[in-house]
């Protein structure tokens, strides 16, 4: 190449891919500020930004700004946090991932009885049902069903359903997500979800079934979401020993609305 500098960056990456190694970093754990990187190893910082670049290009680390930045050990998996209410696109893209939205499918149907019992809907009544998916850098990341009543969300499906679900049901219908509940199994992929995701039929998917219910308590959201296991990790945190009365607290009456079975498969 015609940048003198490259060969000294190529240099200075495989020495910081020893350093991680030799530390045995955990993805997500602080490595330093670049300040600390470039004092440690001797270099200008722009050397260190151009190394830097080279291993965030193996997802080896990533960069962050503000008051936690720095340099964090990563890896090709995406992290997929239980513990907040945030929406999927911002998360990815604070590990400074790219992302993109597919719509799939979009349209009205009659909720059927375990939707109308969770969504606390008189029967009968619709749902609005969308499935999407989601590629991160480029590649299939996760297939999302999103269940959503109609009578809360009219005129829903004219906006554009590749942006946030969580941003439009705040921004154009006021339901600020109070809190959700989520489980987790595992599950083998069938033709139809191997084709979009790109995997073999059987491969390990990693099942997300979510109720999301507002600040005033309204159950708002019914979620089916698929993400290939090859390229995810969860990540949550727990609150000391008073956690479940904590949860109890803020969840109100959820186990007594919502069956405990939650799989929309």
């Known amino acids: 190449m015609s940048d003198p500098a490259t060969p000294r960056a190529r240099q200075l ?23 600390d990187l470039a004092e440690r190893f001797g270099v200008g910082r722009t050397l260190l930004r ?40 911002s998360m990815v893209r604070a590990q400074g991932r790219s992302l993109s939205t597919r719509v799939v499918g979009a349209h009205l149907r009659a909720a059927d009885p375990y939707e109308a019992r969770t969504l606390r809907l008189a029967s009968p009544a619709n749902v609005v049902q969308i499935t999407r998916i989601r590629q991160v850098d480029g590649s299939p990341w996760s297939l999302d069903t999103s269940i959503l009543p109609a009578g809360l969300f009219p005129g829903l499906l004219a906006y554009d359903l590749s942006l946030s679900l969580t941003d439009l049901a705040r921004e154009r219908y006021g339901f600020v997500p109070g809190g959700a509940r989520e489980e987790i199994e595992v599950i083998e992929a069938d033709a139809g979800e191997a084709a979009l995701l790109g995997v073999e039929v059987g491969a390990p998917l990693l099942l997300i079934c979510r109720l999301t219910w507002s600040e005033a308590g309204q159950h708002y959201e019914l979620g089916h979401d698929l993400f290939r296991a090859d390229r995810t990790r969860i990540g949550t945190r727990r609150y000391g020993t008073n956690w479940k009365r904590g949860a109890q607290a803020t969840r109100g009456s ?6 405990e079975a939650m799989s929309l498969r």
């Open 50 to 89: 151009a190394a830097l670049g080279l291993l965030e290009d193996d997802h080896l680390v990533r960069r962050t700004i503000g008051r936690c930045g720095g340099v964090h050990a990563a890896d090709a998996r995406i992290l997929r946090r239980l513990d907040t209410t945030e929406g999927v696109p």
């Open 254 to 259: 959820l186990d007594d609305a919502a069956p």
């Open 13 to 35: 990456a495989e020495a910081l891919r020893g350093h991680l190694t030799r530390e045995a970093f955990h993805p997500g754990e602080l490595v330093g500020t670049e300040r």
